[in-house]
C-alpha cells in the first residue's frame, strides 16, 4: 500500500492557506485526549457524570465538567436535566457525536494493527 492509492478528501474551497483548512478541526478535537474518551464511553448510551467519571478512570472532576460543557457547545452531547430532587443530569450523544465514532473506531484499527511497531520504536523491546 502507498501513499498515493488513497484519494484525498476534497473540500470546498477554504481560503488562500492550508492553515485555513476546515480538518484543523478534527486535529483539534483528537488533540482534546479526553473528548475523544468520553464520545467513546457514551457510545452505548446516556450516562450521569459520575458513572461517565468512573468508566473512564483517571479524569478529574473540573476535567470532566471542562469537557463536557466544551461538547455541549460544539454539539457533540446534549446534556438532559431532569427535574427530581435531587436533581439528576445525563449526557449523550448527538448525530454529530455519533458520527465522530466512525473515526474514533478507525483509529482504535489503526492502533490495534500498528500500535505494538509505534511503541517498540519510541521505547524499544519491552522484552529487552
Not at 452531547?77 to 449523550?92: K, N, T, W
Given at each position: 500500500m502507498t501513499v498515493e492509492s488513497f484519494a484525498p478528501v476534497r473540500f470546498a474551497e477554504y481560503g488562500g492557506h492550508e492553515s485555513d483548512c476546515p480538518a484543523r478541526l478534527a486535529v483539534d478535537i483528537f488533540g482534546n485526549s479526553w473528548l475523544t474518551v468520553i464520545v467513546y464511553t457514551l457510545r452505548e448510551g446516556p450516562m450521569r457524570p459520575?458513572?461517565?467519571?468512573?468508566?473512564?478512570?483517571?479524569?478529574?472532576?473540573?476535567?470532566?465538567?471542562?469537557?463536557?460543557r466544551r461538547m455541549q457547545r460544539m454539539g457533540l452531547?446534549?446534556?438532559?436535566?431532569?427535574?427530581?430532587?435531587?436533581?439528576?443530569?445525563?449526557?449523550?450523544l448527538t448525530s454529530a457525536g455519533i458520527d465522530l465514532l466512525n473515526p474514533i473506531?478507525?483509529?482504535?484499527?489503526?492502533?490495534?494493527?500498528?500500535?505494538d511497531a509505534v511503541r517498540t520504536a519510541l521505547y524499544g523491546d519491552p522484552e529487552d
Open positions: 459520575v458513572e461517565l467519571r468512573r468508566a473512564i478512570g483517571g479524569i478529574s472532576q473540573k476535567m470532566l465538567t471542562q469537557t463536557l452531547l446534549e446534556r438532559r436535566r431532569y427535574a427530581e430532587s435531587p436533581p439528576r443530569v445525563e449526557y449523550s473506531f478507525a483509529l482504535g484499527e489503526w492502533t490495534d494493527r500498528h500500535g
